[in-house]
């Protein structure tokens, strides 16, 4: 964790944030090999670092689909387009459907809808 905060501070440059807190940056000065000529760039997450916390028009940038930030061009947001929400797996929120096993008592008749395929 030190070591990205280390980064920015000594090579990073400033690039925006985006609604969720998250800051971007990207090499100040190209100091790598000669191979590479494209600066790095990455994202100092607002609270717990989740990859589905970044938008797409900054997951563009950040892996360099398109050179123009977000901030510099004119994104339009549809009305299908829905807001961050994060990925619940694995917690007591998570989602569960009516058949899933944890959802049934296998020791009552909700179980006995289902027969398993014999290939007889």
């Known amino acids: 964790m030190l070591a990205i905060h280390l980064l920015t501070w000594f090579k990073g440059k400033f690039v925006g944030k985006d609604s969720y807190g998250n800051c971007y940056y990207?090499?100040?000065?190209l100091i790598r090999s000669k191979d590479s000529k494209t600066p790095r760039r990455w994202v100092m997450f607002k609270g717990l670092a989740e990859g589905s916390k970044i938008p797409g028009e900054w997951h563009g940038w950040l892996h360099h689909t398109t050179e123009q930030t977000p901030l510099e061009k004119n994104n339009t947001v549809y009305k299908w387009q829905k807001p961050y929400s994060p990925n619940l797996t694995g917690t007591p929120?998570?989602?569960?459907?009516?058949?899933?096993?944890?959802?049934?008592?296998?020791d009552k008749t909700s179980f006995k809808h289902y027969t398993p395929w014999n290939p007889t």
């Open 26 to 29: 990207t090499e100040r000065f």
């Open 93 to 106: 929120h998570a989602y569960n459907p009516d058949s899933s096993h944890k959802k049934l008592d296998l």
